[in-house]
Protein backbone atom coordinates (compact mmCIF):
# COMPACT_ATOMS: atom_id res chain seq x y z
CA UNK A 1 0.00 0.00 0.00
CA UNK A 2 1.65 3.58 -1.28
CA UNK A 3 1.85 5.78 1.70
CA UNK A 4 0.50 9.05 0.99
CA UNK A 5 -2.15 11.35 2.44
CA UNK A 6 -3.29 15.29 2.29
CA UNK A 7 -3.20 17.64 5.27
CA UNK A 8 -2.86 21.01 6.19
CA UNK A 9 0.64 23.01 7.63
CA UNK A 10 0.36 24.03 10.80
CA UNK A 11 3.67 25.96 11.53
CA UNK A 12 6.69 24.98 12.93
CA UNK A 13 8.07 24.39 16.62
CA UNK A 14 11.04 22.38 18.55
CA UNK A 15 11.60 19.35 19.97
CA UNK A 16 14.65 17.95 21.84
CA UNK A 17 15.81 14.39 21.30
CA UNK A 18 16.89 11.51 23.96
CA UNK A 19 20.56 13.36 23.70
CA UNK A 20 18.91 16.76 24.41
CA UNK A 21 19.62 18.47 20.83
CA UNK A 22 17.33 20.77 19.75
CA UNK A 23 15.40 19.11 16.59
CA UNK A 24 13.19 22.46 14.44
CA UNK A 25 9.99 20.26 13.38
CA UNK A 26 7.15 21.30 11.07
CA UNK A 27 3.68 20.29 11.96
CA UNK A 28 1.61 18.96 9.64
CA UNK A 29 -2.44 18.01 10.43
CA UNK A 30 -2.26 15.34 8.26
CA UNK A 31 -5.86 13.63 7.10
CA UNK A 32 -7.90 11.15 7.59
CA UNK A 33 -8.67 11.44 4.26
CA UNK A 34 -10.74 9.08 1.74
CA UNK A 35 -10.65 6.97 -1.17
CA UNK A 36 -12.70 8.60 -3.86
CA UNK A 37 -11.94 6.56 -6.85
CA UNK A 38 -9.89 3.53 -8.04
CA UNK A 39 -7.81 3.13 -11.28
CA UNK A 40 -7.41 -0.02 -12.75
CA UNK A 41 -5.19 -1.09 -15.70
CA UNK A 42 -7.78 -2.92 -17.08
CA UNK A 43 -10.10 0.03 -17.01
CA UNK A 44 -7.64 2.68 -17.25
CA UNK A 45 -4.49 1.61 -18.48
CA UNK A 46 -2.85 2.02 -14.51
CA UNK A 47 -3.26 1.56 -10.88
CA UNK A 48 -3.88 4.56 -9.02
CA UNK A 49 -5.88 5.16 -6.37
CA UNK A 50 -7.50 9.12 -5.82
CA UNK A 51 -7.62 10.42 -1.87
CA UNK A 52 -9.98 13.23 -0.73
CA UNK A 53 -9.58 15.59 2.01
CA UNK A 54 -11.37 17.83 4.19
CA UNK A 55 -15.33 18.63 3.98
CA UNK A 56 -17.17 21.30 2.30
CA UNK A 57 -20.35 22.70 2.24
CA UNK A 58 -22.15 21.54 -0.79
CA UNK A 59 -22.74 25.16 -1.85
CA UNK A 60 -18.83 25.63 -2.38
CA UNK A 61 -18.58 22.48 -4.52
CA UNK A 62 -19.79 21.46 -8.13
CA UNK A 63 -21.94 19.35 -8.69
CA UNK A 64 -19.71 17.11 -10.96
CA UNK A 65 -17.64 16.77 -7.82
CA UNK A 66 -20.31 16.24 -5.49
CA UNK A 67 -21.47 13.52 -7.64
CA UNK A 68 -18.05 11.87 -7.79
CA UNK A 69 -17.38 11.96 -4.08
CA UNK A 70 -20.81 10.72 -3.63
CA UNK A 71 -20.39 7.59 -6.08
CA UNK A 72 -17.70 6.99 -3.57
CA UNK A 73 -19.82 6.85 -0.66
CA UNK A 74 -18.53 10.27 1.23
CA UNK A 75 -19.79 13.84 1.55
CA UNK A 76 -18.16 16.61 -1.03
CA UNK A 77 -14.29 16.81 -0.12
CA UNK A 78 -12.21 20.34 -0.65
CA UNK A 79 -9.00 18.32 -2.49
CA UNK A 80 -8.66 15.50 -4.51
CA UNK A 81 -4.81 14.01 -5.58
CA UNK A 82 -4.30 11.09 -7.33
CA UNK A 83 -1.46 8.40 -6.53
CA UNK A 84 0.28 6.06 -8.58
CA UNK A 85 0.28 2.47 -7.31
CA UNK A 86 2.09 -0.64 -8.69
CA UNK A 87 0.66 -3.91 -10.15
CA UNK A 88 -1.91 -5.17 -8.22
CA UNK A 89 -1.60 -2.63 -5.10
CA UNK A 90 -5.34 -1.07 -5.89
CA UNK A 91 -6.98 -4.39 -4.85
CA UNK A 92 -5.77 -3.24 -1.37
CA UNK A 93 -8.05 -0.69 -1.08
CA UNK A 94 -11.85 0.28 -1.07
CA UNK A 95 -14.63 3.03 -2.59
CA UNK A 96 -14.81 5.05 0.93
CA UNK A 97 -12.36 3.82 3.14
CA UNK A 98 -10.20 5.99 5.67
CA UNK A 99 -7.06 6.79 5.63
CA UNK A 100 -5.48 7.87 8.52
CA UNK A 101 -1.53 8.25 9.56
CA UNK A 102 -1.35 4.75 10.75
CA UNK A 103 -0.09 4.27 7.10
CA UNK A 104 3.45 5.89 8.20
CA UNK A 105 3.87 3.51 11.27
CA UNK A 106 6.72 1.95 9.18
CA UNK A 107 7.77 5.25 7.35
CA UNK A 108 11.02 6.51 8.26
CA UNK A 109 11.35 9.21 5.98
CA UNK A 110 8.70 11.55 3.47
CA UNK A 111 8.44 13.94 1.28
CA UNK A 112 6.39 16.90 0.91
CA UNK A 113 4.77 18.91 -1.62
CA UNK A 114 3.60 22.18 -1.50
CA UNK A 115 2.67 25.87 -3.15
CA UNK A 116 5.41 28.15 -1.84
CA UNK A 117 4.77 31.24 -0.90
CA UNK A 118 3.75 34.05 -3.61
CA UNK A 119 6.17 36.60 -3.30
CA UNK A 120 5.50 38.83 -6.54
CA UNK A 121 6.72 40.75 -9.25
CA UNK A 122 10.71 40.19 -8.15
CA UNK A 123 14.11 41.80 -10.23
CA UNK A 124 16.65 39.97 -11.15
CA UNK A 125 18.31 39.87 -7.72
CA UNK A 126 16.07 38.92 -5.63
CA UNK A 127 14.95 36.51 -8.04
CA UNK A 128 17.82 34.33 -8.95
CA UNK A 129 20.67 36.25 -6.75
CA UNK A 130 22.56 38.55 -9.40
CA UNK A 131 24.98 40.53 -7.99
CA UNK A 132 23.80 43.77 -9.85
CA UNK A 133 25.62 46.11 -11.32
CA UNK A 134 29.13 48.15 -10.07
CA UNK A 135 28.68 51.02 -7.58
CA UNK A 136 31.87 52.61 -8.82
CA UNK A 137 32.34 56.41 -10.61
CA UNK A 138 30.92 56.31 -14.19
CA UNK A 139 28.06 53.66 -13.63
CA UNK A 140 24.71 54.83 -14.44
CA UNK A 141 21.81 54.67 -11.40
CA UNK A 142 20.55 51.21 -12.31
CA UNK A 143 22.72 48.83 -9.86
CA UNK A 144 19.76 46.46 -9.87
CA UNK A 145 19.18 46.11 -13.17
CA UNK A 146 19.80 42.46 -15.24
CA UNK A 147 22.68 44.80 -17.35
CA UNK A 148 22.70 43.12 -21.20
CA UNK A 149 21.30 40.56 -22.45
CA UNK A 150 23.13 40.70 -25.52
CA UNK A 151 22.41 37.45 -28.12
CA UNK A 152 19.54 35.94 -26.01
CA UNK A 153 17.46 38.75 -26.91
CA UNK A 154 15.87 37.22 -30.11
CA UNK A 155 15.40 33.87 -30.62
CA UNK A 156 15.96 33.02 -34.26
CA UNK A 157 15.01 36.47 -35.67
CA UNK A 158 11.64 36.16 -34.18
CA UNK A 159 11.67 38.98 -31.73
CA UNK A 160 10.99 36.90 -28.81
CA UNK A 161 13.45 36.53 -25.83
CA UNK A 162 15.28 32.46 -25.50
CA UNK A 163 13.36 30.47 -23.35
CA UNK A 164 15.06 29.79 -19.91
CA UNK A 165 16.10 33.50 -20.03
CA UNK A 166 16.80 34.75 -16.16
CA UNK A 167 14.99 37.72 -16.20
CA UNK A 168 12.34 40.20 -13.46
CA UNK A 169 8.92 38.42 -12.68
CA UNK A 170 6.30 36.57 -11.00
CA UNK A 171 8.55 35.09 -7.61
CA UNK A 172 7.39 32.38 -5.67
CA UNK A 173 3.64 30.46 -6.30
CA UNK A 174 5.34 27.22 -7.41
CA UNK A 175 4.64 23.69 -7.02
CA UNK A 176 7.84 22.35 -4.39
CA UNK A 177 8.48 19.37 -3.08
CA UNK A 178 10.89 18.55 0.04
CA UNK A 179 12.89 15.73 -0.41
CA UNK A 180 13.59 13.09 2.61
CA UNK A 181 12.37 15.06 5.52
CA UNK A 182 12.88 12.59 8.88
CA UNK A 183 9.55 11.60 10.93
CA UNK A 184 10.00 12.76 13.69
CA UNK A 185 6.66 12.38 15.80
CA UNK A 186 3.41 11.12 15.36
CA UNK A 187 0.26 11.69 16.84
CA UNK A 188 -2.48 8.75 15.86
CA UNK A 189 -5.37 10.65 18.31
CA UNK A 190 -4.90 14.53 17.06
CA UNK A 191 -4.04 13.73 13.40
CA UNK A 192 -0.04 15.13 13.77
CA UNK A 193 2.92 14.67 11.90
CA UNK A 194 5.90 15.94 13.00
CA UNK A 195 9.02 15.75 10.46
CA UNK A 196 12.03 17.57 10.44
CA UNK A 197 12.63 20.61 8.15
CA UNK A 198 11.03 23.30 6.74
CA UNK A 199 7.80 22.45 4.37
CA UNK A 200 7.04 24.48 1.59
CA UNK A 201 4.00 27.09 1.76
CA UNK A 202 2.52 29.29 4.56
CA UNK A 203 0.69 28.29 7.42
CA UNK A 204 -2.65 26.74 6.93
CA UNK A 205 -1.84 25.92 3.13
CA UNK A 206 -2.31 22.01 1.75
CA UNK A 207 0.19 19.46 1.36
CA UNK A 208 0.61 16.19 0.05
CA UNK A 209 2.85 14.01 2.25
CA UNK A 210 3.69 10.85 0.62
CA UNK A 211 6.86 8.11 1.64
CA UNK A 212 10.36 9.11 0.19
CA UNK A 213 10.30 8.33 -3.47
CA UNK A 214 14.44 8.19 -3.07
CA UNK A 215 16.90 8.79 -0.11
CA UNK A 216 20.29 10.35 0.15
CA UNK A 217 23.12 7.47 0.22
CA UNK A 218 23.25 8.66 4.05
CA UNK A 219 19.73 8.84 5.03
CA UNK A 220 19.34 5.23 3.03
CA UNK A 221 21.78 3.80 5.09
CA UNK A 222 20.33 5.03 8.20
CA UNK A 223 16.50 3.53 7.18
CA UNK A 224 18.41 0.49 6.64
CA UNK A 225 19.55 0.37 9.89
CA UNK A 226 16.57 0.83 11.76
Known amino acids: MAAAIIGRKIGMTRLYDGEGMNVPVTVIQ????FVSQLKTAEVDGYEAVQIAFEDIKGRSSTMPLIG?????????KR??????????????????Q???LSIFDDVKYVDVIGTSKGKGFAGVMKRHGFKGQLASHGVERKHRSPGSVSGRSSNLGT??????????????GDRVTVRSLAVVGVDKDKNLLLVKGPVPGANKGLVL????????KGKAKHAKAK
Not at 163 to 169: E, H, L, V
Not at 209 to 216: H, M, S, W
Open 68 to 76: HDAKAGISP
Open 30 to 33: AGPC
Open 79 to 96: LHREVRLGDGEAASYELG
Open 209 to 216: VREACRLY
Open 98 to 100: ALT
Open 159 to 172: GKPKKGIRMSGRMG
